[in-house]
């Protein structure tokens, strides 16, 4: 890693030397001495690499030259960090401080003078001794060959995609079943059986157990999945919090282990759940046998089950396994379709006759290891030429293989060897900081790669190259190496390493690396410049003495944080700290002194203000916290500050709390900003933050006052704005139309913007950059979401339909609006149509495409709109309009006045379709051709009568719910029999009269059904339900809303043998359930609402009967809550045994 060192070096020296203060201060030659004896360095260390695996020599000055390098690095941050200081100290005045002057710090100069020298000594000895260990012949390669080797950015064709999603995995199909065939099974007399997938490191266990979570069968028999990544760390207490977060979404705020247990209690009380434990290596049985205790204390529902990935039989017999899986490698066919997938991805290798015939025996090498065709794979894909592939078969790494397992470290190695530039493999190595099985952010990778100086601003072919999109390109290489893996929930954004890959990265960091666990102990490692602390009160917190004085990343979680003040203070050199500690509350004051600190995360942490001091890490790159109180006055001082990141919900409100932001000028995220009359807090500070880019809200716009102060945002210049918001908060509604147009008009984004947001806008129009202009151009050509909400005074909605990207689009609160009209489609529909006769005057006209890409569309809460009209063309006209062509997802709700909608005829991609809160709305047309429709909901559209209900394709209709809609039931009945498909029904009416019950029997693949809420005035006496319900061989879950005359439940709901979760309400009259509730073996869940007169459970010998009910609920029932008493009741014999019971 020495190399790795010296680059970095040669990025400091390079602008330090140009500097006026180097010459100022006299150091200039120096440093220019300093830097040509450093790229004279990186010649020598090809040499002494090639022969370090057989010379001990070679090995020892590698080491050495790199303690060498990191001592030339710290002096340089050093006097890096004074130039900082002064530019700092000095930037208000006209003019550079005159470093001649007696002001100068004559001591320092001096100081740094010497350090320099000394560690030119240092080069020289070490470059004798490498002449003396390599020779003279050996010195020809100079610095001009290495600048490949260390190139800044990958030879990365663009033209390419940088990660192909894989479909899916291959030749699994049948292992899955099996697996899914045993967590299903009831087999099983003991209590929470473990299940194992047992293979070698590599095979696609952890795939495996994915896939299989995903199941639909899985998914449906237990209530609740949890997932833990446990690796080789099998604390009891850490496994129960990871739990808890995976469970709830957060960390638990306790380590304590009868606390955890009692959360888990409540959490998972008459529930079945799955628990996942992922990459186990513990044999302990004792360890074991305290988790299991813990677990079967924890309770939740019988059939609960674990199901455990492992490499060894031995752990699987320690975990008690009832049933044990070993996965087998691929076949040679599913390896090939595996391999093709990736080499031969679009825009990798084509496929010829020689590629095909080397790739075929390079694959035999992989033995049929997934996680080793996907390096390979990758690896190759990148390699267009046969040659490159020859070179790659007839490596001799290859040589190293003795079995499978072999093999698969030689892919990995071969993979890591062939990255294309040194910074890469640093930034793969550097990876290794945190522990197996993490979860890391796309992010937060590519800033501390920046903070540790990996990547720096470039130069490239296409003009200045910022750090993040090289950082950027390099983790595309890794994710295309399948070195780094893809979460597939999370896209390209989180990522993880196998821990193989792992093991990889901290092997070729030669010890530079060092995770840490709560029992181990750090003795004094010179070499160690990355520390990773797990733990809160293990021996490496009380032995501070050992911490690597040389430190530069400290990754500290699940500590108390009782020795951080200790530990930073020895921690000076310090360029990345992470805390991940929600016992920690403040932020030592010496945290001021690590001046070579650049990238500072306490996002999980207690702390909620940072220390005045912060304001002295001039170096400081990324700051990323969660909640602040307070910030420093001087904040601003941060001059080198690039992504400040905070979350939104923790900012006061009413106040600005980052005066001076503007003076940050490096800075490119900044997530939310509150405009105030504040000094410092107007909205002219973002003027001079020109490299923004990502998300931005901005808050409080009602205190600005004209356009020209809103221009001077210049928004319009943030060419790498993606996301922004712009936001009012409630103002005085009689200020001055006039004025907030102005505003608006002065907050032009640039035409680069993907999402526009904006919200609580008092003006009555909107402004010109949101409106045609040109015949068919618009300005915002780029936008894919738009939302718009609370928008009061507005009286039309903008101009939309020509937006060629425009996915999403939400309009609520626009109240003021009482027509959508052809202003909505777009532009000038006769200058379009003429445009689209006279460019085909020879051919048929094309037809006009208004949002085209519109796939999600949301209009809720317009009380004043009446009028929705459709997209005309001239009767003269020749054209033809397609309107929303692929429209998937339409919500219109609160739209009290709209009596008609848009013909729906061309809505053929419509997937769900949802109308809620339409009084006045009396027709839909054309819904029957809407042939892609799975969902369909009407809610409180009482003057509804014609929905078209006659489908073109009614198998595709899945769920079906229509409440308030009393008009609508003789179309329902008259087609309802037709949506065989469905597998959701509701029916909520006043009107059991017209409810379609002569037809529920042709709906064999129903699992829910709700039926009711009639009126409290009905003098039926009896529920309408169906004499033959025996095709409802689906249903799962039934809720029945009933009305004060009925008396009992119908006695039909005792033949549905399926049923699962069954829920009762409002069936005032009823005084007693009915026995024979005992026959629904299947009941799990039993809930019981607003019955008044209900006073008695069926009988103590039928509730033995419902063996697997485990939850039930009983809320606004007087009678027989009183009855339910704990212990004193006289139906609590009746629940004693079920294992969740809730009593309002």
């Given at each position: 890693?020495?190399?790795?060192?010296?680059?970095?070096i040669?990025?400091k020296?390079?602008?330090?030397?140009?500097?006026?203060i180097?010459r100022a201060?006299?150091v200039k030659?120096d440093?220019?001495?300093?830097?040509?004896?450093?790229?004279?360095m990186?010649?020598?260390?090809?040499?002494?690499?090639?022969?370090?695996?057989?010379?001990?020599?070679a090995?020892?000055?590698l080491k050495?030259?790199?303690?060498?390098?990191?001592?030339?690095?710290?002096?340089l941050?050093?006097?890096?960090?004074?130039?900082?200081?002064?530019?700092?100290?000095?930037?208000?005045?006209d003019?550079v401080?005159?470093?001649?002057s007696?002001?100068?710090p004559?001591?320092?100069r001096?100081?740094?003078?010497?350090?320099?020298?000394?560690?030119?000594?240092?080069?020289?000895?070490a470059?004798?001794?490498?002449?003396?260990?390599?020779?003279p012949v050996?010195?020809?390669?100079?610095?001009?060959d290495h600048?490949?080797?260390?190139?800044?950015?990958p030879?990365?064709?663009?033209?390419?995609?940088?990660?192909v999603r894989e479909?899916?995995?291959v030749?699994?199909e049948?292992?899955v079943?099996?697996?899914?065939?045993?967590l299903?099974?009831?087999?099983y007399?003991?209590?929470?059986p473990?299940?194992s997938i047992?293979?070698?490191?590599?095979?696609?266990?952890?795939t495996?157990?994915q896939?299989v979570?995903?199941?639909?069968?899985?998914?449906?028999?237990?209530?609740?999945?949890?997932?833990?990544?446990v690796?080789?760390?099998f604390?009891?207490?850490?496994?129960l919090?990871?739990?808890l977060q995976?469970?709830?979404?957060?960390s638990?705020?306790?380590t304590?282990k009868?606390?955890?247990?009692r959360k888990?209690?409540?959490?998972?009380?008459?529930?079945?759940?799955?628990?996942?434990?992922?990459?186990?290596?513990?044999?302990?049985?004792e360890?074991?046998?305290?988790m299991?205790?813990?677990?079967?204390?924890?309770?939740?529902?019988?059939?609960?089950?674990?199901?455990?990935?492992?490499?060894?039989?031995?752990?699987a017999s320690?975990?008690?396994?009832?049933?044990?899986?070993?996965?087998?490698?691929?076949?040679?066919d599913?390896?090939?379709?595996?391999?093709?997938?990736?080499?031969?991805?679009?825009?990798?290798?084509?496929?010829?006759?020689?590629?095909?015939?080397?790739?075929r025996?390079?694959l035999?090498?992989?033995?049929?290891v997934p996680?080793?065709?996907k390096v390979?794979?990758?690896?190759?894909?990148?390699?267009?030429?046969?040659?490159?592939?020859?070179?790659?078969?007839?490596?001799?790494i290859?040589?190293?293989s003795?079995?499978?397992?072999?093999?698969v470290?030689?892919?990995?190695?071969?993979?890591?060897?062939?990255l294309?530039?040194?910074?890469?493999?640093?930034c793969?190595?550097?990876?290794?900081?945190?522990?197996k099985?993490a979860?890391?952010?796309?992010?937060?990778?590519?800033?501390?790669?920046?903070a540790?100086g990996?990547?720096t601003?470039?130069?490239?072919?296409?003009?200045h190259l910022?750090?993040?999109?090289?950082?950027?390109?390099?983790?595309?290489?890794?994710?295309?190496s399948?070195l780094?893996q893809?979460?597939?929930?999370?896209?390209?954004?989180?990522c993880?390493m196998?821990?193989?890959?792992?093991d990889?990265?901290?092997h070729?960091s030669?010890?530079?690396f060092l995770?840490?666990?709560?029992d181990?102990e750090?003795s004094?490692?010179?070499?160690v410049?990355?520390?990773?602390?797990?733990?809160s009160?293990?021996?490496?917190?009380?032995n501070?003495?050992?911490?690597?004085?040389n430190l530069?990343?400290?990754?500290?979680?699940?500590g108390?944080?009782?020795?951080l003040?200790?530990?930073l203070?020895?921690?000076?050199?310090?360029?990345?700290?992470?805390?991940?500690?929600?016992?920690?509350?403040?932020?030592?004051?010496?945290?001021?002194?690590?001046?070579h600190?650049?990238h500072l995360?306490?996002r999980?942490?207690g702390?909620t203000?940072l220390?005045?001091?912060?304001?002295?890490?001039?170096?400081?790159?990324?700051l990323?916290?969660?909640?602040l109180?307070?910030i420093?006055?001087?904040?601003?001082?941060?001059?080198?500050?690039?992504?400040?990141?905070f979350?939104?919900?923790?900012?006061d409100?009413?106040?600005?709390?980052?005066?001076g932001?503007?003076?940050?000028?490096?800075?490119?995220?900044?997530?939310?900003?509150?405009?105030s009359?504040?000094?410092?807090?107007?909205?002219?500070?973002?003027e001079?933050?020109?490299?923004l880019?990502?998300?931005?809200k901005?808050?409080?716009?009602?205190n600005?006052?004209?356009?020209?102060s809103a221009?001077?945002a210049?928004?319009?210049?943030?060419?790498?704005?993606?996301?922004?918001?712009?936001s009012?908060?409630d103002?005085n509604?009689d200020?001055?139309?006039?004025?907030?147009?102005?505003?608006?008009?002065?907050?032009q984004p640039?035409p680069?913007?993907?999402?526009?947001g904006?919200c609580?806008?008092?003006?009555?129009r909107?402004?010109?950059?949101?409106?045609?202009?040109d015949?068919?151009m618009?300005?915002?050509r780029n936008?894919?979401?738009?939302?718009?909400?609370?928008?009061?005074?507005?009286?039309?909605v903008?101009?939309?339909?020509?937006?060629?990207?425009?996915?999403?689009?939400?309009?609520e609160?626009l109240?003021?609006v009482?027509?959508?009209?052809a202003?909505?489609?777009?532009?000038?529909?006769?200058?379009?149509?003429?445009a689209?006769?006279?460019s085909?005057?020879?051919?048929?006209?094309?037809p006009i495409s208004?949002?085209p890409?519109?796939?999600?569309?949301?209009?809720?809460?317009?009380?004043?709109l009446?009028?929705?009209?459709?997209?005309m063309?001239?009767?003269?006209?020749s054209?033809?309009?397609?309107?929303?062509?692929?429209?998937?997802?339409?919500?219109?709700s609160?739209?009290?006045k709209?009596?008609?909608?848009?013909?729906m005829?061309?809505?053929?991609?419509?997937?769900?379709l949802?109308?809620?809160?339409?009084?006045s709305?009396?027709?839909?047309?054309?819904?029957n051709?809407?042939?892609?429709?799975?969902?369909l909901?009407?809610?409180?559209?009482?003057?509804l009568l014609?929905a078209?209900?006659?489908?073109?394709?009614?198998?595709?209709?899945?769920f079906l719910?229509i409440?308030?809609c009393?008009?609508?039931?003789?179309s329902?009945?008259?087609?309802?029999?037709?949506?065989t498909?469905l597998?959701w029904?509701?029916f909520?009416?006043d009107?059991?009269?017209?409810?379609p019950?002569t037809?529920?029997?042709?709906?064999?693949?129903?699992?829910?059904?709700?039926?009711?809420?009639?009126?409290?005035?009905?003098?039926?006496?009896?529920?309408?339900w169906?004499?033959?319900?025996?095709n409802?061989v689906?249903?799962?879950?039934?809720?029945?809303?009933g009305w004060?005359?009925?008396?009992?439940?119908?006695?039909?709901?005792?033949h549905?043998?399926?049923?699962r979760t069954?829920?009762?309400?409002?069936?005032e009259?009823?005084?007693?359930?009915?026995?024979?509730?005992?026959?629904?073996?299947?009941l799990?869940?039993?809930?019981?609402?607003?019955?008044?007169?209900?006073?008695?459970?069926?009988?103590?010998?039928?509730?033995?009967?419902?063996?697997?009910?485990?939850?039930?609920?009983?809320a606004?029932?007087?009678?027989?809550?009183?009855r339910?008493?704990k212990?004193?009741?006289?139906e609590w014999?009746?629940?004693?045994?079920?294992p969740?019971v809730?009593?309002?």
């Amino acid at each position: 890693m020495a190399e790795a060192v010296l680059s970095v070096i040669l990025d400091k020296i390079l602008p330090l030397a140009a500097d006026e203060i180097s010459r100022a201060w006299g150091v200039k030659k120096d440093l220019q001495k300093l830097a040509k004896k450093i790229e004279m360095m990186e010649a020598l260390i090809f040499d002494a690499k090639c022969k370090q695996s057989t010379s001990k020599a070679a090995q020892l000055w590698l080491k050495r030259l790199q303690s060498i390098a990191r001592d030339a690095e710290i002096v340089l941050d050093d006097f890096g960090y004074e130039v900082l200081r002064h530019k700092v100290e000095n930037r208000k005045r006209d003019q550079v401080l005159n470093f001649f002057s007696s002001s100068n710090p004559i001591s320092f100069r001096l100081e740094m003078a010497n350090k320099i020298k000394k560690v030119m000594a240092s080069l020289e000895e070490a470059h004798k001794e490498a002449n003396e260990m390599l020779g003279p012949v050996q010195l020809t390669m100079t610095s001009a060959d290495h600048k490949g080797n260390r190139s800044i950015v990958p030879f990365v064709d663009r033209s390419t995609v940088p990660f192909v999603r894989e479909s899916g995995t291959v030749g699994r199909e049948v292992e899955v079943s099996q697996v899914v065939s045993m967590l299903i099974s009831s087999d099983y007399k003991k209590d929470l059986p473990v299940i194992s997938i047992v293979g070698m490191g590599g095979q696609g266990k952890t795939t495996l157990a994915q896939m299989v979570v995903k199941n639909e069968s899985v998914m449906k028999h237990f209530d609740k999945t949890i997932w833990v990544c446990v690796s080789d760390d099998f604390r009891v207490e850490k496994l129960l919090n990871e739990m808890l977060q995976s469970l709830e979404g957060k960390s638990a705020e306790t380590t304590n282990k009868e606390a955890l247990v009692r959360k888990f209690q409540g959490n998972l009380k008459g529930k079945s759940y799955l628990l996942v434990l992922d990459d186990v290596w513990n044999e302990n049985r004792e360890k074991w046998d305290g988790m299991r205790s813990c677990l079967l204390e924890i309770g939740g529902a019988p059939g609960s089950k674990i199901l455990a990935t492992t490499r060894s039989d031995e752990v699987a017999s320690a975990m008690q396994t009832s049933g044990m899986h070993h996965l087998d490698i691929l076949s040679d066919d599913h390896s090939w379709m595996l391999f093709e997938k990736l080499a031969f991805a679009d825009g990798g290798a084509r496929k010829t006759q020689d590629l095909l015939d080397i790739g075929r025996r390079i694959l035999k090498k992989c033995g049929g290891v997934p996680l080793a065709i996907k390096v390979i794979g990758g690896l190759l894909y990148s390699k267009k030429d046969a040659s490159e592939w020859l070179t790659i078969e007839k490596s001799e790494i290859w040589n190293e293989s003795t079995n499978i397992a072999n093999g698969v470290i030689s892919v990995l190695k071969l993979s890591y060897e062939n990255l294309p530039s040194l910074s890469v493999k640093h930034c793969l190595a550097n990876c290794s900081i945190f522990p197996k099985d993490a979860y890391m952010e796309k992010q937060s990778l590519i800033q501390i790669w920046m903070a540790q100086g990996l990547i720096t601003d470039a130069k490239g072919g296409g003009g200045h190259l910022q750090m993040e999109d090289i950082g950027s390109e390099y983790f595309n290489v890794l994710l295309r190496s399948s070195l780094l893996q893809a979460a597939p929930e999370y896209g390209i954004e989180l990522c993880r390493m196998h821990d193989l890959v792992h093991d990889l990265s901290l092997h070729v960091s030669n010890n530079r690396f060092l995770n840490t666990e709560d029992d181990m102990e750090v003795s004094h490692h010179d070499e160690v410049m990355h520390l990773t602390i797990i733990g809160s009160q293990g021996k490496v917190l009380k032995n501070i003495e050992g911490i690597p004085p040389n430190l530069q990343t400290l990754y500290y979680l699940e500590g108390d944080g009782i020795m951080l003040e200790d530990i930073l203070k020895r921690s000076r050199y310090l360029c990345v700290l992470i805390l991940k500690c929600g016992d920690v509350t403040h932020l030592p004051n010496s945290v001021g002194n690590m001046k070579h600190l650049r990238h500072l995360d306490i996002r999980r942490t207690g702390i909620t203000a940072l220390p005045d001091s912060i304001t002295k890490l001039y170096n400081l790159m990324t700051l990323k916290v969660f909640s602040l109180k307070e910030i420093p006055k001087k904040f601003g001082n941060l001059i080198n500050l690039r992504h400040f990141e905070f979350f939104e919900d923790s900012l006061d409100g009413s106040r600005c709390l980052f005066p001076g932001i503007g003076q940050l000028a490096n800075l490119r995220t900044l997530p939310h900003f509150r405009v105030s009359q504040d000094k410092g807090c107007q909205l002219e500070e973002l003027e001079y933050l020109r490299n923004l880019q990502g998300e931005l809200k901005i808050f409080g716009l009602e205190n600005v006052s004209s356009c020209e102060s809103a221009a001077k945002a210049k928004l319009s210049e943030k060419s790498s704005i993606q996301s922004l918001t712009l936001s009012w908060d409630d103002t005085n509604e009689d200020c001055d139309d006039d004025n907030i147009n102005s505003v608006m008009e002065g907050l032009q984004p640039h035409p680069n913007l993907k999402s526009l947001g904006i919200c609580g806008f008092k003006g009555s129009r909107f402004p010109s950059w949101m409106v045609a202009k040109d015949h068919f151009m618009v300005l915002l050509r780029n936008l894919i979401e738009i939302k718009l909400t609370g928008l009061g005074k507005c009286e039309q909605v903008p101009p939309l339909g020509d937006l060629p990207c425009l996915e999403s689009l939400e309009m609520e609160s626009l109240h003021n609006v009482k027509c959508i009209g052809a202003e909505f489609y777009g532009l000038d529909i006769n200058a379009r149509s003429s445009a689209s006769c006279s460019s085909s005057s020879s051919r048929e006209a094309k037809p006009i495409s208004l949002f085209p890409k519109l796939s999600r569309f949301v209009l809720e809460k317009m009380g004043s709109l009446e009028e929705w009209s459709d997209a005309m063309v001239p009767s003269d006209s020749s054209s033809s309009i397609k309107v929303f062509p692929n429209l998937r997802n339409l919500t219109i709700s609160d739209l009290p006045k709209l009596a008609v909608l848009p013909d729906m005829e061309n809505l053929t991609s419509l997937v769900e379709l949802q109308i809620r809160g339409c009084g006045s709305l009396a027709c839909i047309r054309n819904l029957n051709s809407l042939t892609s429709l799975e969902s369909l909901i009407l809610s409180d559209c009482p003057a509804l009568l014609d929905a078209s209900l006659d489908m073109k394709n009614p198998q595709s209709l899945l769920f079906l719910s229509i409440s308030g809609c009393d008009k609508l039931n003789s179309s329902l009945s008259n087609n309802l029999e037709k949506f065989t498909s469905l597998k959701w029904l509701a029916f909520i009416s006043d009107d059991p009269g017209c409810w379609p019950i002569t037809v529920l029997h042709h709906l064999a693949n129903l699992s829910e059904l709700e039926l009711g809420g009639f009126s409290d005035i009905l003098d039926l006496d009896h529920f309408p339900w169906p004499h033959s319900i025996a095709n409802l061989v689906s249903l799962e879950r039934l809720v029945l809303r009933g009305w004060p005359k009925i008396t009992a439940l119908p006695d039909q709901i005792q033949h549905l043998s399926t049923l699962r979760t069954l829920n009762i309400r409002k069936f005032e009259g009823l005084e007693v359930l009915p026995e024979w509730m005992g026959s629904l073996r299947n009941l799990r869940a039993l809930s019981i609402y607003n019955c008044s007169n209900l006073r008695q459970l069926p009988s103590a010998e039928a509730m033995r009967h419902l063996t697997n009910l485990n939850f039930l609920g009983i809320a606004s029932c007087p009678l027989l809550a009183e009855r339910c008493t704990k212990g004193s009741g006289a139906e609590w014999p009746k629940i004693v045994r079920i294992p969740d019971v809730y009593i309002d």
